[in-house]
């Protein structure tokens, strides 16, 4: 029957009055300097953002910047002077942060913002060139360099992301970048490629990328002994992220993924995500500026098409639904702040690889999953149902192939089963 | 070389499981398909023994299936459930009218009973009347509230213990996506219930088809040939659930798993204590479960009838305001038929 309009899942009017947006031609940044600022009354409003009147640079400066410290200060998350660990990845957010915190130190006593912060470059460019590391790679290198260098403020380091136990041999200072960097991160990138085809699925490398990524974030900031991680993720990353997160199945860490403060990591370590409400076009404008050079930026898979993995298409769905409905990030984003993370009951009970609770216990749904696995392969000899059922729960329950899967989350099951390499979660 | 049934029955595979990716003989996929809707009807605990249910059938591909693998897990497993056939007539000619005769076509193949229940008989509104007032933009808002009260109506008056509706795991997948989109936390949080309603007011509706894919609905009809009634309401296309759909089909296309994926996630979320929960009583005017007074099907029935259709669409202020509007203008008119009458 049909089911749209109905109390449980259509809509009481909703969603018949999402409409496509009214195309309307709005310029960025206007040419016409003699229009005066909204908010300051002068001339030279040349920075028009969507909903929101003309202004001038440094209106639209502060704005911004007061995003940024409005999401650290109203949450009260950082302490005074607490060390800080700036995950920079060439991104024009990542450029943008990095601007914002180096901002915000260089103010006077009043305004600044008391922390200490390092920054750390984590290279996964090398993981996109085969063979031996290429003039390209070394020109990517140099640029990364010279754009830390300009914030003269931080210590910025690089980390090749590796596979991995300890980060302290393969951490560098980026303004004495040893020659032999190179020809290190070459040394140790065939390992990581050859445990990435190990999995069959673009999907499973890119969730596989994406939580080891957060363990060798977790690894630097305990080598630098920072509490915190400051990643860039603005609203649409996270929007994108969130409706992934559901489509792998990974609905119970879901809001971590989102929320402004992630405490997944071990040793209490904390990833923040300052920029959280910050849009691509408050970026992009950001940017211009304030002159930031931007820098390429590879992300693993990114370049297959959208088709590719769930997680290219998610992020093409999101970008193409907002082209036309421009509400949708925010109110995506906006679930996202709705939903409560399930780490208050934080204990032995996690993901042993992405430190999620442990999602399996009396679900109906997994059990049926399991079984529809089993009684495939029963098909008409099918006869006692309720022996077919406790096998079931017991693959739910983590007891597969004779493989102990108890502290591994239903997502991470999802990875192991696509990888040939049955070690791969325990890293 | 054929491929033969992963059951090792040593039949032809002449299928591919969707949901599992396993190549199947036509005999082994019924074994499985019943025996996967059995388990989650056993392991939820969906109906008691000696209950009534009605199922809510359309003529579609979901309740007829439903209808045809109730009617056969009933007797193979003795559930000892009464089953009767509950349709719902929104009045849309083209669409209705054709497929209540597949309706009546199951009634005979199953032999069960049958009630149809119209909009007409029930609100004094067919669809194609609404439609004419209203335009097509809210339409389905309308199709939808009502049809939800008219169920609940048709229960009561059969006195069943539960209707199975034949919502299935893409349906359930689709609405946490949409319901995701949308902001909607409230149903968020339930639609991914087996069960909902129940309580002592309101009769339970069950969804024993929440773990089945599509894609093997249809497979199950075409090789048990069943007949079902294929074609789209005439009112329904809405851009922005097409949306949802074609982005969940992208998906399913790229990882099968992804949509009980997708129910598993749907299923762990948990909701801030910030975040507004809905209270469920009972319409003062109608009696019928309702979130909030009078129920939506009352206000959007006074609007028909007050000749303001846009009266439940929207915010409540806005259909105060128009009721306050109106309301103004007759005594107006009233008082000018009193002066007009002292002449």
């Known amino acids: ?427 | 070389m054929p491929i033969l049934c992963k059951s090792n029955c040593g039949n032809k595979a002449v299928l591919k499981r969707p949901k599992t990716a396993d190549a199947l003989c036509k005999e082994c996929f019924f074994a499985a398909f019943e025996a996967e809707i059995h388990h989650t009807i056993t392991s939820s605990k969906l109906f008691r023994h000696g209950e009534k249910v009605a199922v809510a059938a359309s003529g579609g591909k979901d309740s007829t299936v439903l209808a045809h693998v109730l009617k056969l897990l009933n007797e193979r497993h003795n559930y000892g459930l009464e089953l009767v056939l509950l349709s719902i007539d929104e009045g849309i000619t083209g669409y209705r009218d054709d497929s209540l005769e597949t309706v009546k076509k199951n009634r005979d193949d199953y032999e069960m009973s049958l009630k149809i229940l119209s909009y007409e008989e029930l609100y004094g509104w067919t669809m194609d009347r609404i439609v004419a007032q209203i335009g097509r933009s809210n339409n389905c808002t309308f199709c939808g509230v009502f049809r939800r009260q008219a169920l609940d109506r048709g229960a009561k008056l059969l006195g069943v213990d539960s209707i199975a509706t034949g919502h299935n795991a893409d349906d359930i997948a689709e609405t946490v996506i949409m319901n995701i989109l949308r902001g909607d936390t409230a149903r968020l949080s339930r639609c991914t219930d087996i069960k909902t309603g129940g309580s002592e007011d309101s009769i339970p509706r069950v969804k024993p088809l929440k773990y089945t894919y599509e894609k093997e609905i249809v497979m199950y009809a075409h090789y048990k040939k069943l007949v079902y009634f294929s074609t789209e309401c005439v009112f329904a296309p809405n851009a922005y659930r097409g949306h949802a759909r074609a982005f969940l089909k992208d998906l399913e296309k790229v990882r099968p798993s992804v949509i009980m994926d997708i129910i598993h996630s749907g299923e762990q979320l948990r909701f801030k204590d910030t975040v507004k929960k809905p209270t469920r009583g009972i319409c003062e005017r109608c009696g019928f479960v309702s979130s909030q007074q009078p129920c939506k099907a009352c206000v959007l029935l006074e609007g028909l009838n007050r000749g303001l259709p846009k009266l439940g669409i929207g915010k409540k202020s806005k259909g105060d305001r128009m009721i306050a509007n109106q309301e103004k203008e007759m005594a107006l008119r009233d008082k000018a038929n009193l002066v007009k009458n002292d002449f």
Request: hydrophobic fraction near 35%; charged fraction near 25%.
């Open chain 1, 1 to 427: 029957m049909c089911s749209i309009g109905e109390d449980d899942f259509g809509d009481e009017g909703g969603v018949h009055s999402m409409i496509p947006d009214v195309k309307t031609s709005q310029p960025q940044l206007s040419i016409d300097n003699d229009i005066l600022c909204n908010k300051c009354k002068q001339p030279g409003a040349t920075y028009k953002l969507a909903f929101r009147e003309p202004e001038c640079k440094e209106c639209f400066l502060n704005y911004v910047r007061h995003k940024f410290r409005a999401a650290l200060g109203s949450s009260k998350v950082l302490p005074k002077n607490a060390n800080v660990l700036l995950v920079f990845d060439c991104s024009a957010q990542s450029l943008v942060l990095l601007d914002m915190l180096h901002h915000a130190q260089t103010q006077n006593t009043f305004k600044r913002l008391h922390c200490n912060a390092t920054v750390l470059y984590i290279d996964d460019y090398q993981m996109h060139i085969d063979g031996e590391c290429s003039p390209e790679y070394e020109k990517h290198l140099k640029d990364v360099q010279s754009t830390c260098s300009t914030y003269e403020h931080f210590d910025c380091y690089i980390l090749p992301l590796v596979k991995t136990d300890t980060v302290n041999d393969l951490i560098f200072n980026l303004k004495y970048l040893p020659e032999e960097y190179s020809a290190n991160v070459d040394k140790h990138k065939s390992q990581f490629k050859e445990l990435l085809n190990c999995m069959r699925s673009l999907t499973s490398k890119q969730d596989f990328i994406k939580h080891y990524r957060s363990k060798v974030i977790g690894l630097a900031a305990k080598h630098f002994q920072c509490q915190f991680a400051f990643k860039a993720d603005i609203s649409s990353d996270l929007a994108s992220d969130l409706l992934a997160a559901i489509a792998l199945g990974r609905g119970g860490s879901a809001a971590l993924d989102v929320a402004l403060v992630d405490n997944r990591l071990d040793d209490d370590i904390k990833i923040v995500r300052p920029l959280k409400d910050l849009t691509e076009e408050e970026i992009n404008l950001y940017v211009i500026a304030q002159n930031l050079k931007l820098l390429e930026q590879r992300s693993y898979g990114s370049d297959f098409g959208p088709s590719a993995s769930l997680q290219n298409l998610t992020k093409a769905f999101v970008e193409d639904l907002q082209q036309n409905y421009s509400s949708t990030v925010s109110t995506v984003f906006r679930t996202g702040s709705k939903i409560a993370s399930q780490m208050d009951e934080k204990s032995e009970l996690c993901c042993v690889f992405c430190k999620s609770v442990l999602d399996y216990k009396d679900s109906n749904t997994l059990l049926a999953i399991e079984f529809s696995r089993i009684v495939s392969e029963c098909g008409i000899k099918t006869e006692d149902i309720s022996e077919l059922s406790m096998e079931a729960h017991k693959h739910v329950e983590g007891d597969i192939e004779g493989r102990d899967l108890t502290k591994v989350c239903h997502a991470c099951r999802n990875i192991y089963a696509d990888s040939s390499n049955k070690d791969i979660l325990l890293l």
